[in-house]
């Protein structure tokens, strides 16, 4: 597996039209994902890791599956959070102090390093890629 992912593709998807998410296989980092849309100036996805049953439990006992992923359906950005299609729900601070004054606008965002279970943002700062982990709400 390439660590290196330029965009998140799902496959067999299962879209919830009314709790605004889906559910399906991202084969770049081969896990079931659950995939929530974010309303913002531009919609975006956050992705959540799924345990391995969980696909099958949304398709026989959805208000189970509702429950046990309340939080992130939610959007709440707990420690399921793998990633995320904006830059708005990555963590900027791990970055060096001078970096950070420097920066007067968001990076160019150049897709994902996977790594341990979380897809990282990658952006380019002058001539070198840096590797963000996404926030959560749980800290």
Known sequence: MNNIIQNITIENKRIDKDKFFMLGYCPEIEKHLLC???SWVAGYDRYYVLDEE????????????????????????TRKLIGAGALRDYNFRSLPDEVLKALDKYPPFEGYFYQEGILYARVKLEERYVSLPPIYDEE
């Open 36 to 38: 929530v849309h974010i």
């Open 54 to 77: 969980d696909t099958e439990i949304y398709e026989k006992e959805p208000e189970e599956f509702y429950r046990k992923y309340e939080k992130e359906i939610k959007a709440v950005r």
